[in-house]
């Protein structure tokens, strides 16, 4: 196989010269370069992609870690991450996780032997103070509100969409609100601040019973909803369903119209395509403007630095 030491006996300038050339770096004059671009071509040469990044001590790859893609909060964040990468020399590399910590701490290690040059969490399963010991091996940002954890973060302060969708809920007379969930009070923050922020304006916690989780497709949204329908005789006892997605809502809409009933007051979130077609109000989270910011984050390496953007309520 051609090495950079063939190159060089071959046109006859050192191998110092040729790796320079190979570089694009300065101080090679044209008539150097001219000849050993030359050989390069005559000898099919592809320098070793490892060993420059070795020597570099830069990967060109950012990985993003992402839990799954049958939610649209992932795959809006991957559409911000990728659109902004596009005009840097950065490669995006998806690390799949399903919440696994074993895996994802994987993923950290192959930061700390410098395999990426940054990682984005969309999610995680391995908590924040764990995942804070890996902050000086390399930009590490997440997607949601670190809290008092020392960690970079860009992320949408979910609880002003919230209390803007709580509030209008309570005006509208609604006093038993349904939700669904993609995961459980006790592992997810969203989930928990979501259901927090219900009971700091209704006074109480939803009965269980009125709570659902590993809800994420419009399949789910359905399924949920005709189950409830049939378990109360098409006589829910919620007056309202606040669900997290605009297409999961869409499911639960096509349950009522299954059972040719009026649907309550439905509330989504992300403000989808689907929303905007059905007319369902939603809650706008920004995450294509989310995952640009995460990108830049780690891309042009801002230690410490945490970015939130409010979301907001879309009536409609």
Known sequence: ???????????????????????????????????????IRE?????????????????????????????????QLLNGIISSAFSTPYQIVVLPSEYDRERELEYLEQLKRRAFDG?????????????????KYGPIVCCEDPGKAQV?????????????????????????????????????????????????????????????????????????????????AGRPDYDAVFSNGDTVAAGVLAAYQKWQLPPPLIIGQENELAGQLLGIPTIDHHLDKIGALAFRSVSENKPGAQVSLDSRFVLR
Do not use: C
Not at 10 to 16: M, T
């Open 152 to 232: 970079p973060a860009v992320y949408a302060r979910r609880d002003m969409g919230y209390r803007e969708a709580f509030f209008w809920l309570k005006a509208q007379g609604v006093l038993r609100p349904a939700f669904l969930f993609s995961r459980p009070y006790e592992k997810s923050a969203t989930t928990r601040l979501t259901l927090d922020t219900y009971r700091e304006i209704f006074g109480q916690m939803p009965p269980e019973h009125r709570v659902a989780s590993q809800i994420t497709t419009y399949e789910d949204g359905y399924r949920q909803t005709d189950n409830w329908l049939k378990s109360q």
């Open 43 to 75: 000898m099919d040469y592809a320098p070793n992609e490892i060993a420059r990044d070795l020597s570099s001590g830069k990967s060109g790859r950012i990985g993003v870690i992402l839990p799954h893609v049958a939610h649209p909060f992932f795959s």
């Open 119 to 135: 990682i984005i969490f969309t999610s995680h399963g391995i908590s924040l103070s764990e995942l804070s010991r890996f902050v």
């Open 1 to 39: 196989m051609t090495n950079i030491h063939d190159i060089a006996k071959k046109s006859g300038y050192s191998a110092a010269t040729v790796s320079r050339v190979l570089n694009n770096r300065k101080h090679v004059s044209t008539k150097a370069r001219t000849v050993i671009e030359a050989v």
